[in-house]
């Protein structure tokens, strides 16, 4: 048992160095040790798919005078399902430890026919010895090469494609997210906007309140407060320069703003009552100021309103 | 202080009727033009003069020469040319044969409404000897100084086109124009009303409706308008701030402005405010008075730089700015 446990590795040691003899091999003629002339042949595959090619290489060589050999023929290898689809020649001389080296390589594209078994026969190599004047032969051994199932090729058109239409949906997708981010910021803004418009007037009223004292001794300044306080809120809630202008460019202003007439009359009432009170120089009554400020915060309360009903 | 406003109102509402007739005579012959003949009013309640510009035809002229006729007073159209002499104009001495003595010789200033029409027409000599009659409101002829009438109004006009062969105001005279009003076109349906009116018809006849006496006794009525102090410090402050204009938040136009407006401009302008006010039949002046009659009392008074030019902005712009940039009390 043992002694067949033993054969059995034999044998499969002896078979797996004679699958690697098929990708190389090499013949060497002996003329001396230092002066041989070897060939060896290799493939650069041991098992090629149908639609792919691989290389097959003969290199010859040998360690003396470049001239001591000349290589009168290389036949082409014989091909036994496979096609030459291009080839190569090479010729190196160079110095190795001292040692003149001359190695020649022929090259070979091989593209196997069909699924299989595919063979590369052995080449004969005919050479010169120049110093004797004597014409020998090398000859290479047969290499197989299994053909096996085409694999797929990458597309690298489809390729190129898809990755730009990715990346452009991906740019899409990420403009698209931000349009709609902005967009909901300028609404969430604008909403914003909109709901400090209630404490504008209510600011106002509070203002009012706080600043329009009715009970004022002084009721000239009292009229001075109401007026710049209506002015101000009409300069912010409107964007006009009420401050600065007359009592019909502000109605005219506000006009423009499509104000309804009864606010603008309102407003023009109260400028104009308050104009008389600055600057006539006389007194005016405690119930004109009282009148003029029950306008005023009307004014507030009606745009408070009218704000409120048109956001709902 | 508490002032009667209530009775200055009223007696402006008795005493301001003339206007009325003076409008009403002066549309007869006038159409649109509103804005000018209001100016021309205000000239002649605040005694100030004023120099109407505006390109040919638009009736500065025919204006003035309207409202000289609904007053009872004497009037004198002088053409300016560059011929003139300032003897043409305030008079000379003559030498009188049979006595053997210098006989005055009043020129045609001696007179209650003057329009020096295109008064750039005549050179330097000529304009001084008319505005120095304007300030001083008197003519020395010789040795002798004559009192001018009162009331003593100019009205110049001038174009601002045409400039060749003209002699431009210098800024110290034009300076003594209390307004200087600059005279647009008509609008479409003004001008189709004077295309009707003027197509081969003779010009309607006007006729006197108030004395000078009226004239006078309104202009002691203005100067009794009530102007708050509120106001007065509006009007400085339109001043300053052609003068200074920094100080009052308007750095752009800092480099714009060479000279601003001199006191004379605070003095017409409180005086033309109060006018305003009187024509619109109030006792007392309110800010709407400033800036209506602002432009008009400024334009003319504020010298801007050669940047300001360079920008293409005129002084107009820059009284814009101020007007609209100060905060009303």
């Not at chain 1, 060896?40 to 001591?68: C, G, H, M």
């Not at chain 1, 009170?277 to 915060?297: I, N, P």
């Not at chain 2, 009205?155 to 062969?165: C, D, K």
């Amino acid at each position: 048992m043992r002694r067949a446990i033993f054969e059995l590795c034999f044998l499969f040691v002896l078979l797996q160095s004679r699958s690697f003899a098929q990708t190389t091999d090499s013949t060497t003629v002996p003329d001396s040790l230092t002066e041989a002339i070897t060939a060896s042949v290799q493939a650069n595959r041991q098992e090629v798919p149908q639609n792919y090619t691989f290389k097959f290489i003969l290199k010859i060589s040998w360690q003396s005078d470049p001239t001591r050999y000349e290589i009168e023929k290389v036949d082409n290898p014989v091909l036994t399902n496979f096609e030459i689809v291009g080839n190569a020649s090479s010729n190196w001389v160079g110095e190795v430890g001292g040692v003149k080296k001359v190695i020649r390589t022929y090259e070979y594209v091989l593209k196997p026919q069909s699924l299989g078994m595919g063979y590369i026969g052995g080449l004969i190599i005919d050479y010169k010895d120049t110093r004797f004047d004597e014409t020998h032969s090398l000859v290479t051994n047969r290499l197989e090469v299994k053909v096996v199932d085409p694999v797929k090729e990458t597309n690298w058109t489809l390729f190129l494609l898809t990755g730009s239409g990715l990346f452009f949906l991906i740019l899409l997708t990420g403009a698209t997210a931000i349009f709609i981010r902005r967009k909901n910021a300028r609404e969430a803004e604008q909403r914003q906007q909109m709901l400090q418009i209630i404490p504008l007037e209510e600011t106002y009223l509070n203002h009012l309140k706080q600043k329009v004292d009715l009970k004022n001794p002084n009721i000239g300044e009292s009229f001075s407060v109401l007026s710049k306080l209506l002015k101000r809120y009409l300069s912010e809630r409107y964007q006009i320069s009420a401050l600065e202008s007359a009592i019909q460019e502000i109605a005219g202003e506000l006009n423009k703003s499509a104000v309804s007439e009864k606010i603008v009359a309102q407003v023009e009432e109260v400028l104009n009552t308050c104009d008389v009170a600055k600057f006539s120089g006389g007194q005016v009554e405690t119930g004109t100021l009282e009148r003029c400020y029950t306008l005023v915060e009307d004014i507030l309360n009606r745009n408070k309103r009218e704000f409120i009903e048109s956001t709902n | 202080m508490a002032v009667d406003i209530q009775a200055i109102n009223e007696k402006i509402k008795r005493e301001s009727e003339f206007v009325e007739k003076i409008t009403s005579e002066v549309s007869k012959v006038i159409v649109g033009q509103k804005y000018m003949i209001e100016r021309l009013l205000i000239g002649l309640l605040s005694n100030g003069h004023v120099l109407l510009e505006g390109v040919p035809g638009l009736a500065k002229t025919m204006a003035v020469k309207t409202l000289s006729s609904t007053i009872k007073t004497k009037f004198q159209r002088i053409q300016f040319t560059p011929d003139l002499l300032p003897a043409d104009l305030i008079g000379t001495l003559i030498y009188d044969q049979r006595n053997g003595e210098f006989r005055t010789k009043k020129g045609p200033i001696f007179s209650n409404l003057i329009l020096a029409d295109e008064i750039n027409r005549s050179p330097a000599k000529v304009q001084s000897a008319l505005l120095e009659a304007m300030m001083e409101r008197q003519v020395t002829i010789g040795e002798n100084t004559f009192p001018l009438d009162d009331p003593f109004l100019v009205l110049a006009t001038q174009n601002p086109i045409e400039q060749e062969g003209t002699y431009p105001l210098p800024e110290a005279q034009i300076d003594r124009f209390m307004l200087k009003l600059s005279v647009g076109y008509p609008n479409k349906e003004e001008e189709m009303e004077i295309m009707r009116r003027m197509a081969g018809k003779p010009v309607p006849a006007v006729k006197p409706v108030v004395d000078p006496a009226a004239i006078i006794s309104a202009r002691k009525l203005v100067s009794e308008v009530y102007i708050d102090e509120k106001i007065e410090r509006y009007i400085l402050d339109i001043v300053f701030a052609t003068r200074n204009p920094k100080e009052y938040g308007l750095e752009e136009l800092q480099d714009l402005i060479s000279y601003g407006a001199s006191p004379r401009a605070s003095i017409y302008l409180h005086q033309a405010s109060k006018a305003h006010a009187f024509l619109r039949r109030r006792g007392y002046v309110i800010p709407e008075d400033v800036r209506s009659i602002g432009m008009d009392v400024l334009r003319h008074r504020i010298i801007v730089t050669y940047e300001a030019e360079a920008e293409e902005k005129t002084a107009e712009d820059v009284v814009r700015t101020v007007l609209n940039k100060i905060e009303v009390p």
